[in-house]
């Protein structure tokens, strides 16, 4: 759950005195669960009818304790049921009239039954060609132009990682901006050579016979992309000349 706005310290004192947040802070509240959204991703969904935050007379957004809870559980549905914003404002509709509507769990299931953790880690989780066109709200049609640029791909057996769902959220927000998916090439090869790197630093590590020193491979994987994505958002934001919260 998300912590109470006004609760603490940090969050209070940037809140008005009303308790309304701006949205730097409300964003600030969010990043705790979830790390990547972003004030662009804020306005969208506001934009999408998601959330109605409260407006001063020179126009700043002013988000209240209720509208912070509603964003948190639209962000959640869309990470973890990878419901296409339709739905989810039929489900927050539904909500709001006390009415329990049970939410479906796409793509994170394995033959038909619920995923569950193995003592060897997480599986994969994977979503099917049908709902990863829900997902996204997009056709076929514009499924195909992605995969023939390379930006998504399926799988050996037809199905995509769950991971595909935040790729095509991020061409359709891209795409808003008059971002073409051919424009996305670039970033697509890009990003292949940042996997290559890192990649060939845990190849030995993946190689090695000890099990314990395969395993601190797929850790050390984890770090080294995560750091990768940080210095890449960083010379993104430099070459722009911009700052984000």
Known sequence: MLPTPSGGAGHGAAATDSGLMSIGTVLNVLRDEFPEVTISKIRFLESEGLIEPRRTPSGYRKFSADDVERLGHVLRMQRDHYLPLKVIREHLDAMARGEAVPLPVVGRQRDGEA???????????????????????????????????????????????????????????????????????????????????????????????????????????????????????????????????
């Open 115 to 245: 995923l569950l953790e193995s003592p060897e880690g997480p599986t994969a989780a994977r979503i099917g060609r049908a709902e990863l066109l829900a997902a996204a709200g997009i056709g076929e049609q514009e499924l195909e132009e992605w995969e023939s640029y390379g930006l998504v791909a399926p799988l050996p057996d037809g199905a995509y990682d769950a991971e595909t769902v935040t790729v095509a959220s991020l061409v359709v927000e891209l795409g808003r901006f008059g971002i073409e998916p051919r424009h996305l090439r670039a970033m697509k090869g890009a990003a292949d050579r940042e996997a290559g790197l890192v990649d060939q630093v845990v190849a030995p590590l993946k190689r090695h016979r000890n099990p314990q020193t395969r395993a601190h491979a797929q850790a050390r994987t984890k770090e080294l992309a995560a750091l990768t994505v940080k210095l890449h958002a960083a010379l993104v934001q430099t070459a722009l000349g911009v700052r984000l919260p």
